[in-house]
């Protein structure tokens, strides 16, 4: 929301948060979390408006959006009593509680809050952990900044697991896609993986395909640390290798077709339209081989729309080109609707 708006608003935009964050798996704060995501569901992909602290994020549209609640006092308390203990929890609960408020009591943040003072009172003695807490209090002032401190203290590997995670599709992506962008040995993304699902850094959505998630709030702080221009072009070459043998690897190529936009997108803005187009193609061919004539249609609709974007005769020879695609694309899913 602007800024400008009232007081009232900008309250009720504090108690907006993303996709209800997935938590280490312990019975009491599934329970917390598992309430909070059946009252999460939208109409597109699980996506949920953003607003913290009047700042909304551009690409999610409010037509595709429902308000999630913050936690109340006894469920935040609820949630620092599981990674912190009875004891400590009993000591420090006004500074606990106070430090969720600074937090807005969003979900994502008391649980990545919780767990990261987990992992730094672990090895402080009861007596001083009051010491700790204040400095984290005092260094910590937002959810942007809780959020930054996570990601920054995650080991190397994770890191840039992490990285290779945020320029993956924000509804979801194939987990292997991100192992070879980052770098990454097989046995290395799994034991990077498991750790931030540990740390509520990364949420399952699909054990059988693969599939995982970063909040929204956590892959804007990601971007806004990495070397982004980098990580797109890894992205892109990566998935250019893969649709490479599109027809013998069409399972794969399937959980990777909401990837091709972006990756073109990318590729066209470093001018290199021989390489987006050859993309486009493949994308789009492996969505109409399988039956994805939704996506395979929004890939050749987007090329088109960069065709046309150009300013000169190479514009109009990439433009019959895309028409082409356009027309076989729009005939196949025309020919579907049909049969249904």
């Known amino acids: 929301m602007a800024s400008g708006h009232d007081q009232a608003a900008r309250g009720a ?14 019975a009491g704060v599934g329970r917390h979390l598992g309430r909070r995501r059946k009252s999460a569901r939208t109409r597109s992909a699980g996506l949920v408006a953003l607003h913290v602290a009047g700042r909304s994020l551009p690409w999610v549209s409010l037509t595709n959006s429902l308000e999630v609640k913050s936690f109340s006092h006894g469920e935040a308390e609820s949630i620092f009593r599981i990674y912190l203990g009875a004891e400590t929890v009993e000591k420090h609960r006004d500074a606990l509680l106070e ?19 987990r992992r730094e009172l672990d090895p402080v003695p009861e007596a001083a952990r009051g010491l700790r807490l204040e400095r984290l209090r005092n260094e910590v002032h937002d959810v942007a900044a ?28 194939w987990f292997p896609l991100t192992v070879e962008i980052a770098g990454l040995t097989e046995a290395e993304g799994r034991a990077a993986r498991n750790n931030l699902v ?22 804007e702080e990601v971007r806004n640390l990495a070397p982004l221009g980098e990580l797109q072009a890894a992205h892109a070459g990566v998935l250019e290798k893969q649709f490479t043998d599109w027809e013998g690897r069409w399972r794969e190529c399937r959980e990777c077709l909401p990837e091709v936009i972006p990756a ?9 339209s021989s ?3 050859s993309l ?24 088109e729309a960069l065709c046309l974007g150009l300013g000169n005769g190479y514009r109009r020879d990439l433009a019959y080109c895309c028409n082409g695609a356009f027309l076989r694309a ?7 609707s049909g049969k249904g």
């Open 13 to 26: 935009n504090r108690r907006r948060e993303g996709m209800a964050c997935r938590a280490p798996d312990s």
């Open 99 to 117: 430090f969720a408020e600074r937090m807005e009591r969003l979900p994502i943040a008391i649980v990545v809050g919780a767990d990261m003072l």
């Open 146 to 173: 809780l959020l930054r401190r996570a990601i920054t203290a995650r080991p190397k590997e994770q890191l840039r697991l992490l990285n290779a995670m945020a320029v993956c599709a924000l509804e979801g992506f």
């Open 198 to 219: 540990d740390a509520s850094l990364l949420r399952m959505l699909d054990r059988d395909r693969q599939r995982f998630q970063l909040h929204a709030l956590l892959r």
């Open 264 to 272: 073109v997108q990318h590729l066209w803005e470093k001018r290199d």
């Open 275 to 277: 390489r987006a187009a």
């Open 280 to 303: 486009t193609y493949r994308g789009f061919a492996t969505g109409q081989r399988i039956g994805e004539l939704a996506i395979a249609f929004s890939i050749v609709q987007h090329q």
């Open 330 to 336: 729009n005939s196949a899913i025309a020919r579907r």
